[in-house]
């Protein structure tokens, strides 16, 4: 009787074929047995390895969106110090700056466990297909000649969403925030994925491609800082001054109208400048987001008052006319300055 050869009647790589065949040297049940049990089998590996891989990458992304919710600065209510209706405001705003970054966050996971889901889908169908004998030769030559077209026709596309992600994931800024990108300053109207639009003081709106930002800054995250630079003339008493200063700020913070947005004691950190007309001194106060214009105007309202009050010189520039006597000529000893 003619003996079958394993070798013969299965592929070299079907192990199963092989060892069903060696049990029972039948050659029809050899060759059924890789199509009823080895390639459900392979396929069902390949659908367990996708599930495996799906649930890991999700789980890294729903920790990437807990990190992102969490925002990149998380300064706290109890780190100012606040009590009352301060420590109530502020706390409204965190949470309105909180809802805000975790509705934002939660759009992006999704997306990305979206996109996740779609590129193991196809590399995983890619695969199933070649398990059931199909060419998928001209399936990866085609995915690859698109990726190409991709890749040399819409990298400025494909820069600007990769920016808006990750733009998005930190936080970096959003709807109502003050920022200056360099080409353009203002306020922030719409964030999406390519474009950011915002208008200036002017009113002219900007619409800015994710991927030309090269740096942002950001106005009114979490807190800001009115810079008050204001001159005295050489002739004053600067320790005198700075007690002024000091005094008005101080008094500008304990103000009920301005209780929750200064947010800290105000600081006179003393001399910052000696100008041609005067000396510059400078007063730092931290004030809640986008509230630092309204302070810097109204500080320098009451030192304006006070100092008319105290009667400290604010300089300005001056012209000094110089007279001559037209009958008795050019004489230095008969002229005389006077000043304006």
């Known amino acids: 009787m003619f003996a079958f050869d394993a070798s013969q009647s299965c592929d070299s790589s079907d192990a199963l074929c092989k060892m069903v065949f060696s049990w029972t040297h039948n050659q029809t049940l050899a060759n059924a047995s890789d199509l009823l049990i080895g390639k459900p089998l ?33 300064d706290k209510v109890s780190r100012f110090g606040l009590r009352g209706k301060a420590a109530k405001e502020m706390t409204a705003r965190d949470l309105a700056a909180s809802t805000r970054r975790v509705q934002r966050a939660k759009t992006m996971g999704d997306l990305l466990k979206s996109i996740i889901t779609g590129l193991l889908l196809a590399i995983f169908g890619t695969m199933i297909l070649s398990e059931l004998g199909v060419n998928i030769a001209p399936i990866i030559a085609s995915a690859g000649i698109v990726g190409l077209a991709l890749g040399f026709g819409a990298q400025s596309l494909v820069k600007d969403f ?11 800024y959003g709807v109502g925030d003050v920022i200056d ?17 915002l208008r200036d003081l002017s009113g002219t709106v900007w619409y800015v491609p994710n991927g030309a930002i090269v740096r942002v ?5 979490n807190w800001s800082r009115a810079v008050v630079d204001v001159s005295v003339g050489y002739h004053e008493d600067l320790a005198r001054v700075k007690r002024v200063l000091q005094e008005v700020s101080h008094d500008l913070w304990e103000d009920d109208e301005f209780r929750g ?14 100008a041609a007309d005067g000396v510059t001194l400078r007063v730092l106060l931290k004030t809640a987001p986008m509230e630092q214009w309204g302070v810097a105007r109204a500080l320098r309202q009451r030192v304006k008052a006070r100092f008319d009050h105290e009667g400290i010189e604010i300089p300005f520039p001056q012209r000094v006319v110089w007279h001559r006597d037209e009958q008795t000529g050019p004489s230095p000893a008969g002229e005389e300055p006077v000043g304006n």
Do not use: K, Y
């Open 217 to 221: 800054g950001n106005m009114s995250q």
């Open 261 to 274: 947005i200064i947010i800290e004691e105000p600081e006179v950190t003393g001399v910052e400048a000696l």
């Open 162 to 172: 990769l920016s808006g992600i990750f733009m998005i994931f930190e936080d970096q």
């Open 42 to 74: 392979a396929i069902a590996w390949l659908l367990l390895l996708f599930f495996v891989v799906r649930w890991l990458l999700q789980r890294l992304v729903d920790r990437l969106v807990a990190r992102a919710e969490d925002g990149v600065l998380s």
């Open 181 to 197: 990108v360099g080409e353009a300053s203002g306020t922030v109207e719409a964030v999406s994925l390519r474009v950011t639009r």
